[in-house]
């Protein structure tokens, strides 16, 4: 195991510039942080550069890091780590980890598609219900988080190793997936909507969740075949967008 101690040393100062997206689209990789994480990469095949610990993760994790030595390792200094991590307090295990190129045909199965969902918490937390929800796949359109980004990441805890999570232009995507039979739903508050009790659960469907303050875009729910809403017995004006989606999703997969 190869030591660094030094902050200013090249590779470092080169993996920090991964906390930035565009760092991460120009070398097509990401850091990933947390034991949980490196090891539920390294378990569905994701192609692994290297991985950093400290003395903290090196005790800790010692046993998989000897099962995984075929997997370049580092032990670097607390502070090297500090750098590495943007967590206040750094859990002692960084992957530097290659994108994936996911662009399967998207002929059936239940997708949840996002537009412009731009906080983090929200993203993570809509594909790890998708993944429990059986859902069979992601897609981002224009506006959304980075799904590569460290907060993305941690908030999907591991969901993306499991499913496909890809980006597209949702108004060319939508009359892709009319065209192969799969019924496209928006959703809106508008008294025009529907209830989403109203329609019955389905294996092919694309349910369409939007931005936190706007919601869908309007152009879009014109798109769609049917444009759902969710009832409110309270007070409250509107539900979180994470919340929503797990709702309808788990509705759409018969789960009730």
Known sequence: MKEIQAVKNPLIKDLRKLHKKKYRDEQGR???EGF????EAAANGA?????????RGLQEWREWLQENQQKEQYLVSDEVMEGLSDLPAPQGIVAVVVKKNQEPKISGGRWLLLDRVQDPGNVGTMVRTADAAGFAGVILGKGCADPYSTKVLRSMQGSNFHLPILNRDLELLIPELKAAGLPVYGTELNEEARAFQTVTDQADVALVMGNEGQGVA???LKMTDLNLYIPIYGKAESLNVGVAAGILMYHFSGSF
């Open 47 to 55: 192609e692994i550069n290297a991985v950093l610990v400290n003395q």
């Open 30 to 32: 990401y850091l990933l």
């Open 36 to 39: 949980h994480l490196v090891e």
């Open 218 to 220: 309007e152009d879009l």
